[in-house]
């Protein structure tokens, strides 16, 4: 793995306090999220270690920002951190996260309108509590998910207007899918302790269940087995559906872009191994798999380098 100092010399970052700002969000990236971490370090090339740290650290404080608290609070708290980016990226102010930000949009220009859409669909996410139906699931997905998975996700992108630009925006749709059925099905627990489930309610219906039966002690096992089921194969049809996104991207990315399908694809496994028992909690893929899937494609990765 390339030292995080010579990452930061790849992509021309020599300022001391840019070098400290993009450093506090590798620091948060590897503590919220270790294996995207391991994944990027390991995978893409040194010179997209700082833009992708800087990118998924902002994703993940406006996701924190707007996650808590009544639709209210939420909205506000958009509003307020919104007016705050808009200031980052015209006049370098703000935190570490939004210096590092605002210099990474620097660097790749194409970043401004990736952050205006991310934030724009941010407001679905702040007035989120809940689906009814699944175009709601299908509108979210396309309003909030798929901009935020393009914030990294367009730093290694075929060229705008290319034969392979539409083939790749829509595998990244069906990635991003597919990834938030998992993460709903993951967390169904959590969410629905905290009165916010991500499966549909008239899905939920469709299987005789209502939010409020997903915290019964002991809850339908059976029902949610088949709930489980139902929505594993439509989040397998998603992955299924993306697999050609490595052969659309340079030769230098396509180690990274295998690996986030590869690790969806053993969560779901996980999944589908837990069935009914999700909501026991403790879903995640098997440590030893996911290592060999980061440590083949390391191998792979490490040998385009040497071309």
């Not at 700002?21 to 919220?32: M, P």
């Not at 859409?117 to 009814?132: K, P, R, Y």
């Not at 949610?224 to 594993?232: F, I, M, P």
Request: charged letters at 25%; one cysteine or more; proline letters at 6%.
């Amino acid at each position: 793995m390339t030292r995080w100092s010579a990452a930061l010399a790849h992509a021309g970052i020599q300022d001391p306090q840019l070098r400290q700002d993009y450093d506090a969000q590798r620091r948060l990236v590897r503590r919220f999220d270790p294996h995207a971490y391991l994944a990027a370090r390991l995978l893409l090339p040194p010179r997209l270690h700082p833009p992708v740290v800087a990118a998924v650290a902002f994703m993940h404080e406006t996701d924190e920002l707007i996650d808590f608290g009544d639709v209210d609070t939420r909205q506000e708290a958009l509003r307020s951190w919104d007016h705050e980016v808009e200031e980052a990226l015209n006049q370098g102010s703000g935190n570490s996260t939004l210096r590092a930000l605002a210099d990474t949009v620097r660097r790749h220009q194409h970043m401004a309108s990736r952050v205006r859409d991310f934030l724009d669909g941010a407001s679905v996410e702040a007035t989120w509590t809940g689906f009814a139906t699944e175009g709601d699931f299908q509108a979210y997905v396309d309003r909030y998910s798929l901009p935020a998975l393009m914030l990294t996700a367009s730093l290694f992108a075929p060229p705008p207007r290319s034969d392979r630009d539409a083939p790749f925006h829509q595998g990244c749709r069906k990635l991003i899918e597919a990834w938030q059925r998992i993460d709903h099905l993951a967390d169904l627990r959590e969410d629905a302790e905290g009165g916010k489930v991500g499966i549909p309610h008239l899905t939920l219906a469709e299987h005789g269940l209502k939010p409020e039966d997903l915290r019964m002690q002991p809850p339908d096992a059976a029902a949610v087995g088949l709930l489980v089921s139902a929505q594993a194969r439509l989040a397998g049809d998603a992955l299924n559906a993306c697999q050609a996104l490595p052969d659309l991207v340079e030769d230098e990315f396509r180690p990274f872009v295998r690996a986030l399908i590869s690790v969806q694809k053993l969560r779901l496994e996980a999944l589908r191994r837990k069935g009914g028992a999700v909501l026991e909690g403790g879903v995640r893929p098997p440590a030893v798999a996911t290592v060999r899937v980061l440590a083949r494609q390391a191998v792979l990765a490490c040998r385009l380098r040497r071309r």
